[in-house]
């Protein structure tokens, strides 16, 4: 079976820095726990960085959300460093201008993936939405998310992300 394993946004600014918020920290040890047992069990580790410019309050998104952060170049964009430690040259980095990656998509509807599992930050934005896009890029393949390896600003958003998920087809394991 063709594995995957999809760490969303683990970058600064969503754990300590312009968007980070209380228990994004608690992601982090689980995490780094399914990177190691993803390495050991021939999964592609894959990686999206949220990824913006200077021009980032000029962008709809900037008009919603009128915190700049993911600006590359800067600390906040960097992964966090327990992460970025377990990060290898030939994993795939997907840097996206909004929440989902339709690169991402494509990449995982090229590859053919049979089972994919999502982890990361914000549960509510991002990894949502990017569940959402491997499921149209997959439709056949198992979509995992791992409730203890995700979570969101506010428990209520976590709850109803969670619920949003396994209506979708998208499997929550904790």
């Avoid at 592609?44 to 700049?68: C, K, Q």
């Avoid at 090229?110 to 914000?122: F, N, R």
């Amino acid at each position: 079976m063709k594995n995957a394993l999809i760490v969303v946004d683990m970058q600064n600014d969503f754990v300590d820095g312009a968007l980070g918020f209380e228990g994004a920290q608690k992601v982090i040890p689980v995490i780094t726990q399914k990177i190691k047992a993803a390495r050991k069990s021939d999964t592609r580790v894959i990686f999206t960085m949220d990824t913006h410019y200077d021009d980032y309050l000029e962008t709809v998104e900037g008009d919603h959300l009128p915190v700049p952060h993911g600006i590359e170049g800067t600390h906040g964009h960097a992964l966090v460093e327990a992460i970025n430690a377990l990060k290898k040259a030939a994993d795939p980095v997907f840097k996206k201008p909004t929440f989902p990656s339709l690169d991402l998509a494509n990449y995982l509807k090229q590859e053919g993936y049979e089972h994919v599992e999502l982890c990361g930050l914000v549960s509510s934005m991002c990894v949502i939405s990017n569940a959402v896009m491997a499921k149209a890029a997959l439709p056949n393949a198992k979509i995992v998310v791992d409730a203890t390896a995700t979570t969101t600003f506010d428990s209520t958003f976590q709850t109803q992300t969670l619920s949003m998920l396994t209506h979708l087809h998208i499997d929550v394991i904790e």
